[in-house]
């Protein structure tokens, strides 16, 4: 069993920038590929970004690319998600994910694990 928790959320004005953390627990965090996915208000969960479980390998969603980074660090069993030039639009719950083969994928349904969510807000 895997155990997301997620933490660094908060509230930021727009083109402010958050880092968002991952820390699983258990044995096979570093053979697991992760993802970070949102839910805003009213609206289904997206996908924003995946990392291989070597870190070689990241996939954005084109509404982030060139603003947020993935990365992760296989010693310390997290995954980050640095945001930066926040906008409104990203205001939403965002979700770290992961699953047991070697890359990301886009599709929620290919992640079995998940964390509990940490809020992000972007306003003036």
């Known amino acids: 069993q895997v155990q997301l928790v997620e933490s660094g959320g908060g509230s930021v004005q727009p083109g402010g920038s958050l880092r968002l953390s991952c820390t699983a627990s258990g044995p096979t965090f570093s053979s697991s590929a992760m993802g970070w996915f949102r839910q805003a208000p009213g609206k289904d969960r997206e996908f924003v970004a995946a990392i291989s479980w070597s870190g070689a390998l990241t996939n954005y969603a084109g509404s982030v690319k060139g603003r947020f980074t993935i990365s992760r660090d296989n010693a310390e069993n997290t995954v980050y998600l640095q945001m930066n030039s926040l906008k409104p639009e990203d205001t939403a719950v965002y979700y770290c994910?992961?699953?047991?083969?070697?890359?990301?994928?886009?599709?929620?349904?290919?992640?079995?694990?998940w964390g509990q969510g940490t809020q992000v807000t972007v306003s003036s």
């Open positions: 994910a992961a699953r047991r083969t070697s890359s990301g994928s886009y599709y929620e349904y290919d992640y079995p694990y």
